[in-house]
């Protein structure tokens, strides 16, 4: 059983064209993330909600919108892509808000031409 | 923000040797640092944490070292071998609502 899961696990899209990215975790956590992986695996933190609530924003475009529908679903919705938003986006969870062994996905590469 | 960094990029080791990843942090404020390993092709995998308050921690083949002296962290890894070939992260955790900062990584190389 995958503990999270991320759908799809590739996505090539046109500049501009808006995207999602799903993620599910089967954990029972309370607690779920968005981090962003660069070319040069540099792994920044994007979004974390905690029971559906969001606790953090880091500095996003606002084209980037998660929506948790329940504590075990966040979804990512892209607006207007842009090349640099090619990365690979990996969502995680961990039992509570800091705590510091977090379950990754196994990652959704966006790829915008 | 908070700065996490690696001394080293790449480390290539013999298999069976020890391995000694490095990381230097800036935040004195951080309360836990942790240790993640990515595989090519998956998501980082929790490796063990340490509380700011110790300076030891050993887990199986692993052992990490915090000097807080110098703000230094670093992972040992015991008997190295080919499975260990990945990149690892160190993190600190702190702050208000307890964010993760990543450090940039270190690639190991086990050769057989």
């Known amino acids: 059983d995958t503990a999270v899961s991320q759908t799809p696990k590739y996505l090539v899209t046109q500049m501009g064209n808006d995207k999602s990215i799903k993620c599910e975790q089967n954990?029972?956590?309370?607690?779920m993330y968005w981090y962003k992986q660069d070319s040069k695996k540099f792994l920044k933190i994007m979004f974390s909600y905690n029971n559906k609530e969001l606790i953090i924003n880091e500095t996003v475009p606002n084209r980037f919108s998660p929506k948790s529908p329940d504590k075990a679903h966040l979804n990512l919705h892209i607006n207007s892509l842009e090349l640099g938003d090619s990365a690979v986006y990996f969502c995680?969870?961990?039992?509570?808000?800091?705590?510091?062994?977090?379950?990754f996905g196994q990652g959704t590469r966006l790829t915008v031409v | 923000g908070e700065s996490v960094g690696l001394h080293l990029p790449t480390l290539s080791v013999q298999e069976g040797d020890n391995s000694i990843i490095n990381c230097a942090y800036s935040?004195?404020?951080?309360?836990?640092f942790i240790w993640y390993k990515q595989e090519s092709g998956k998501g980082p995998q929790f490796i063990i944490d340490i509380r700011s308050n110790m300076d030891k921690r050993q887990g199986q083949r692993v052992t990490v070292l915090l000097n807080k002296t110098v703000k230094h962290l670093s992972l040992q890894i015991a008997a190295t071998q080919p499975g260990d070939s990945a990149v690892y992260f160190c993190?600190?955790?702190?702050?208000?609502?307890?964010?993760?900062?990543f450090g940039s990584g270190t690639k190991l190389n086990v050769k057989p």
């Open positions: 935040n004195s404020a951080s309360d836990y």
């Open positions: 993190a600190e955790k702190g702050g208000n609502f307890n964010k993760f900062y």
């Open positions: 954990l029972g956590h309370d607690t």
């Open positions: 995680a969870s961990s039992f509570r808000t800091g705590g510091t062994e977090a379950f």
